[in-house]
């Protein structure tokens, strides 16, 4: 059970009013383990359906280490629609964009 500071809803707010106003859905392209993630070409074809048939806009969550930033943004290079780059964040902004998501 995460809660949120003021600090933290303001900036959530803010993030959220930068967007485009449609639903927004989060990919978060790495795990702990290397062996159970998904390829980065997938997960372009994911960003690419959720944007392009469900009219999502995608973000790509996750912390700041080489490996899941690499493979965000290899996503990022390949998707067609350019995803929010939400990457490099502490575990609590992580958390906080994930509970807005759609």
Request: aromatic letters at 8%.
């Amino acid at each position: 059970r995460i809660t949120f500071s003021p600090d933290e809803r303001r900036a959530q707010d803010e993030f959220l009013a930068a967007r485009t106003g449609r639903p927004l859905a989060a990919i978060v392209p790495a795990s702990a383990n290397a062996a159970k993630d998904w390829p980065a070409d997938r997960w372009a074809v994911v960003a690419d359906a959720l944007a392009e048939d469900f009219g999502f806009e995608v973000a790509l969550v996750g912390g700041p280490g080489a490996r899941e930033v690499a493979i965000a943004r290899e996503i990022a290079d390949r998707a067609r629609h350019t995803p929010v780059w939400a990457m490099g964040d502490g575990v609590r902004r992580v958390a906080w964009i994930l509970e807005r998501c759609a």
